[in-house]
Structure formats: C-alpha cells, structure tokens
C-alpha cells in the first residue's frame, strides 16, 4: 500500500510517502558520544528530520534549553555521563521541559528503560534498533508535541484576550475593576497607601479629524507605551475606554503618585509623537487627575470619583496638567 502510495508520488521510499503525507519533519538533538552509533542514526532520521548531534551531555542540556529543538534522542549508555539523570534533568528544568524525550537503550536493560519511562522520558527504542520503527517514533512526538504546542499557544491567548485591550496591550476595564477592588481591599486591610491615576489625552479629537482614525490608534498606542515606562512592575496600568488610561499605585501616597503623574506628563509633553513611520510628528498633551485612598472609603468608586473630579478641574484650567 505504502509502496504503491510512494510510485504516485515519485518516491521511491515509501516512508518519504508517508512524511510527504503528514508533514511531521522535526527538529531532533541526539545525544551520543559514540560517534559511529551517532552517524548511523543521523542517517536514518536525517531524510526526514533536521538534526542536530551533541556528544557531550552539559553542552547538550545548553543546546536543548536555547535551541529550537522538538525532540531529544538521549542515549541511556553514554560513556562519560548518566544518560537517565540526563534525562531526568530535561524534564525537570524549566527551560527544557517542553521537549519530547526518546530514550535509546540496550535490549537487556529494560530496568534503566522502565526507569527512564518513570522519569517522565516520552518514549524509547532498544537495540537493534529498526529505522522504520524510530522514524514513526519521532512522528508521534512531533505530532504530539506541536498539538500540545497549540493546545497551550490557544488557552495563553483566550487568557490574554480576557484581560488584554486589544489596540494597547494594556489591561482592559474589565480586568481592572476586578484587581482594583482587591488592591483597595488590601490596601484597607493592612493599612498601605493606595493611589490612582485618570488620565484623558488633551483634545484628542482634533487628532482624529486632523490625520485619520489610524493615526488616532497610533498615538493611543505611543501613549500607552509612554504611561507604561513611567511605572513600576506592580502599578497597574489599564485602558479605561478611549482615550483614558487608569494607572493604579500600591503603596504609594498622594504626594508620590503626583510625582509619577507629573512624571507621566512630561514624558508625553517633551517630545512629539512620530507617527505614520515618521511622515508626522504630533504634539500631544495629557491631563491627568490624582486621588488616594481616605480612610473613610468603602470602595474604590469614591476614588475613582475623586480622581475624575481632578481631571474635569485639569481640563477647566487649560489642560495639560496634573490635578490633586
Ligand atoms: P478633551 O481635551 O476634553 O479630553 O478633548 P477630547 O477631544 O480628547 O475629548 P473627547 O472625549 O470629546 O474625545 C475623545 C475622542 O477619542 C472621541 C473618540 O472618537 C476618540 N476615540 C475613542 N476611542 C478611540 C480609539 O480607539 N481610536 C481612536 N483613533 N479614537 C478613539
Ligand atoms: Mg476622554
Ligand atoms: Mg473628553
Ligand atoms: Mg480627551
């Protein structure tokens, strides 16, 4: 069946047919420091495969953890070193541990085999080994590895898409209603500071009349950026709706987190947005409310009202200030 399968193709090896078929070629390192045993296998995967051969077993752990390999062919008889601590040590670093493991082994050494298989190794071969047998081997862990691959790649982005605004990359409103009230929770709990940004870009639709809704995006997306390298890893940075941007402050008091608004204002103020790869420069400004948490609040909503206040004054004053 195969054979015939391969003439239609113009293969004259069947198992070329089947590879056609599925298209499972994988990027393989073997670790072997035999090297006649090495050659021997290159030969019979390379048809298929990419691979790549590492006698020595520390150099090997370093190729596997930075390469863009799929599977490891570890040899369970190295002769200068423990091929099933090797093993054990690809599946337990965090850098490697993604790889699909494949034991070669001897045919009377079932126990180190069996070992390996506990280990949490994916599979194995013993000698003799059959090259029909290790090319389908590695077509499984192919095939299993890339479905895990985006298996994992779809649950990630369906997470991000949940909490992610789309156009910024910032945080969305929802995440942010849901994490601000914990941060105000704790902050009331344990007695800490607790501060918020509102920011509202100046005139910010003049820009879109002026040079397109695309442009707009572009400078949402700059100003974004802007926002985001002015504050810490644990402020929370959110896209509130529009052209406004919340920045929460944990443990930071009011004077502080003028400092940071301040901070952001000039950041956005000193130097003119490029857009449109360069072919614009915009001047943009951004007005910005402050407000913290009094002790008699019983939400973040009386915060947020506060904060928003100081915009409305920000705006009233002539914009392109910072309000506490
Ligand atoms: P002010 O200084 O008073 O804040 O003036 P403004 O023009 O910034 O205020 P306004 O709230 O009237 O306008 C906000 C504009 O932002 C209106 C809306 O079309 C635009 N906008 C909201 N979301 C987006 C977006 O995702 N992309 C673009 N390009 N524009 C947006
Ligand atoms: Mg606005
Ligand atoms: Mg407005
Ligand atoms: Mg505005």
């Not at 495969?49 to 570890?74: K, M, Y």
Request: aromatic fraction near 4%; proline fraction near 2%.
């Amino acid at each position: 069946q195969r054979a015939l399968a391969s003439r239609r193709l113009g293969i004259a090896d069947p198992l070329a047919a089947a590879a056609a078929e599925t298209g499972l070629n994988g990027r393989i390192l073997l670790i072997e420091d035999r090297p006649l045993i090495a050659e021997r296998l290159t030969q019979a995967l390379s048809t298929f495969h990419s691979i790549e051969v590492e006698p020595d077993a520390q150099t090997a752990l370093a190729r596997a953890a930075e390469g863009d390999f799929e599977i490891v062919l570890v040899s369970l008889d190295l002769q200068s070193y423990d091929g099933l601590r090797l093993c054990s040590q690809l599946r337990s670093l965090e850098s490697t541990r993604n790889l699909s493991v494949l034991m070669l082994g001897e045919a009377d050494d079932r126990r180190r085999v069996l070992r390996g298989l506990e280990i949490g190794a994916h599979d194995f071969l013993v000698r003799p080994i059959d090259r029909n047998e290790l090319l389908a081997r590695a077509r499984t862990l192919v095939r299993r590895k890339r479905f895990a691959e985006r298996l994992r790649d779809s649950v990630q982005s369906s997470m991000e898409m949940a909490v992610m605004d789309q156009l910024t990359g910032l945080y969305n409103r929802r995440y942010l209603d849901g994490r601000l009230a914990v941060l105000f929770d704790e902050s009331a709990l344990r007695a800490r500071s607790l501060s918020l940004l509102i920011l509202d870009v100046d005139h910010f639709k003049a820009v879109n009349d002026s040079w397109g809704h695309d442009a707009g995006d572009e400078v949402l997306r700059e100003f974004s950026d802007r926002v985001r390298a002015c504050t810490r890893g644990i402020d929370l940075v959110a896209r509130m709706g529009g052209e406004e941007i919340v920045v929460v402050l944990p443990d930071t008091a009011l004077e502080a987190a003028r400092a940071v608004a301040e901070r952001i204002r000039e950041r956005v103020e000193g130097e003119l947005f490029q857009i449109q790869d360069g072919a614009r420069s915009i001047a943009v400004t951004v007005s910005i409310g402050v407000a913290s948490r009094r002790a008699g609040d019983v939400g973040p909503a009386e915060m947020m009202k506060r904060a928003d206040e100081a915009v409305y004054l920000a705006k009233a004053g002539g914009r392109n200030r910072v309000i506490v």
